[in-house]
């Protein structure tokens, strides 16, 4: 079954720190590349970050230097550290590659 899972989300205080993780089956992460959105209520879905299937990272200017993108080959699986989050950073959060979308994990946080 092909499919992107995430988890890892929560609600947490502003200053706090969360990684996400995107499990993938029917495609290879090492092979491709995978990337993180969020929508926040009421806005458009958003790009934050990609990482190709060289291992290049890109990042939104809005998370630059408190999000990092990474991968594990082994368990097939890309995560999102996100670090010194502020309320402004709520929003549920997918992961996509080329097969589609995930169902997402929700992000909260507090002031």
């Known amino acids: 079954q092909v499919q992107l899972v995430e988890s890892g989300g929560g609600l947490v205080q502003a200053g706090g720190s969360l990684r996400l993780s995107c499990a993938a089956s029917?495609?290879?992460?090492?092979?491709?590349?995978l990337g993180w959105y969020r929508q926040a209520p009421g806005k458009q879905r958003e790009w934050v970050a990609t990482?190709?299937?060289?291992?290049?990272?890109n990042y939104a200017d809005s998370v630059k230097g408190r999000i990092t993108i990474s991968r594990d080959n082994a368990e097939n699986t890309v995560y999102l550290q996100l670090n010194s989050l502020k309320p402004e950073d709520t929003a549920v959060y997918y992961c996509?590659?080329?097969?589609?979308w995930g169902r997402g994990t929700q992000v909260t946080v507090s002031s």
């Open positions: 029917g495609i290879i992460v090492s092979s491709n590349a």
């Open positions: 990482v190709s299937s060289s291992g290049t990272t």
């Open positions: 996509t590659a080329w097969i589609g």
